[in-house]
């Protein structure tokens, strides 16, 4: 069963939940994990594709928009997640109803009170049907 780890950090502001989703996406990549980060929409994708290029300018980060060149960090949104099956992390306000596919699922929960409500609502869905859940705080 996919394993659900969530982030928790009492950061707040735009921005903070894609830059920690590049932070866990970054780790996992360096353990060799093929990651997909599924985005609420098109757009989102876009703008995140963007971000990761540009941050950190210390770093690097393989990735690619699904349906492009293959890239260890998959950025994608709808409801095909392509062949992906090993680490997903979730920016999307609900789950992904393929979230079972995969191996790890990484939730982001910062400290704006829309998204820790969000946070909370994921959580209990994945409690009530029994996904192994860990958090950790940040």
Request: aromatic residues 10%; hydrophobic residues 40%; proline residues 6%.
């Amino acid at each position: 069963m996919t394993e659900v780890l969530f982030y928790i950090t009492e950061q707040a502001g735009t921005g903070v939940r894609d830059a920690l989703a590049w932070r866990i996406a970054e780790k996992a990549w360096r353990q060799g994990r093929q990651i997909y980060v599924h985005c609420q929409d098109e757009t989102h994708a876009g703008e995140l594709d963007q971000q990761f290029w540009a941050q950190p300018a210390s770093g690097f980060l393989p990735h690619a928009l699904l349906g492009e060149s293959p890239a260890p960090v998959v950025l994608g949104f709808g409801d095909d997640p392509g062949g992906h099956h090993d680490v997903l992390i979730n920016l999307a306000a609900a789950v992904p109803d393929f979230v079972t596919r995969f191996e790890r699922a990484a939730e982001m929960i910062t400290g704006d009170p829309q998204q820790r409500e969000g946070g909370r609502e994921r959580f209990r869905f994945y409690r009530e049907r029994g996904f192994p859940l860990k958090t950790h705080n940040l």
